[in-house]
């Protein structure tokens, strides 16, 4: 293998750790930008999105699909909620699970 591909080269190394830090510092100014323009944090807008693409969810669900811990999710969805974007229902085939839906006011906010 040629020496400057050589992924033990201290400045093949240094050049590597220097990309992967802008990048992440990048996505990082993109996602504040982002949120200042739309005026909503990531965490909500992935919420927001993934119930306005999938209907009605159970928290569960959310939960496997935006790769957060249960207690994230409840919290999100109560905040959806009590600012009227989001409604909760006992799933009625297993009251062991709550189902999540947008409500008219969340869909006009994602698609605003």
Known sequence: MDSH????????GAWRDSFLLAL????LTLR??????????MSRLRVLGTLYGGGEL????????LEVDGATITRQVK???????ALRR???KDN?????????????????
């Open 79 to 85: 905040q959806l909620e009590a600012e009227g974007l």
């Open 58 to 65: 159970s928290q569960a669900d959310l939960q496997r699909i």
């Open 24 to 27: 992440a510092l990048t996505g």
């Open 96 to 112: 062991r699970f709550t189902l999540v839906a947008l409500t008219d006011a969340g869909r006009e906010t994602l698609e605003a």
């Open 32 to 41: 504040v930008a982002v949120e200042s323009f739309l005026g909503v944090a």
């Open 5 to 12: 591909l050589d992924s033990n080269d201290p400045l093949m």
């Open 90 to 92: 006992a799933d009625p």
